[in-house]
T-cell receptor
């Protein structure tokens, strides 16, 4: 079956602009999480959505936001871009069975460069 | 989630077993040990997870000590394609406030050489 799909794969934006990244989870997966990866900070959790509700949020400023649609697809938005937002943004989906989390499957990521 | 400690880097000869250690001395009774790896510029890949029993799948084996304060990921016959950063993560399996959240440390850079 198809894996987690993130679009676009690469993006170049200018400081002050905003950007929207998209993530399509594996079919049947209802949980979508977002991560930021930079050389200095490593992989950091941004937020997690389940059934269109944000359930968990990492320590990022309000410029970072997200949403999930009824088909479980998710988008994340970064407003007023800063140079430090340049990173690989990763999306992961999980299939929840009852109250148990299962392993997360990651997409290939979107490489965002802010100039 | 409990904190994990891993060596920064390790080397392994191709065809030999790679044994990657992880310390998680503050692990709680309801926390699982997960292993992921990340090959350069790709998304992390799930390898294996366990609670207290040893686990094995087609990719690797996970050995958890009886006191659960440490674990070892074993790649039985390492290949060049196993060169990657390996992350050991401790997380609550169900419920709680850590839904969908994986807390990544710096991981271990495993280099498999010919």
């Amino acid at each position: 079956k198809a894996g987690v799909t993130q679009t676009p794969r690469y993006l170049i934006k200018t400081r002050g602009q905003q950007v929207t990244l998209s993530c399509s989870p594996i079919s049947g997966h209802r949980s979508v999480s977002w991560y930021q990866q930079t050389p200095g900070q490593g992989l950091q959790f941004l937020f997690e959505y389940f059934s269109e509700t944000q359930r968990n949020k990492g320590n990022f400023p309000g410029r970072f936001s997200g949403r999930q649609f009824s088909n479980s697809r998710s988008e994340m938005n970064v407003s007023t871009l800063e140079l430090g937002d340049s990173a690989l943004y990763l999306c992961a989906s999980s299939k929840l069975t009852g109250t148990a989390n299962t392993e997360a499957f990651f997409g290939q990521g979107t490489r965002l460069t802010v100039v | 989630d409990a904190k994990t400690t891993q060596p920064t880097s390790m080397d392994c000869a191709e065809g030999r077993a790679a044994n990657l250690p992880c310390n998680h001395s503050t692990i709680s009774g309801n926390e699982y040990v997960y292993w992921y790896r990340q090959i350069h510029s790709q998304g992390p890949q799930y390898i294996i997870h366990g609670l207290k029993n040893n686990e094995t799948n087609e990719m690797a084996s996970l050995i958890i000590t009886e006191d659960r304060k440490s674990s070892t990921l074993i790649l039985p016959h390492a290949t060049l394609r196993d060169t990657a950063v390996y992350y050991c993560i401790v997380r609550v399996e169900a419920g709680g406030t850590s839904y969908g959240k994986l807390t990544f440390g710096q991981g271990t850079i495993l280099t498999v050489h010919p």
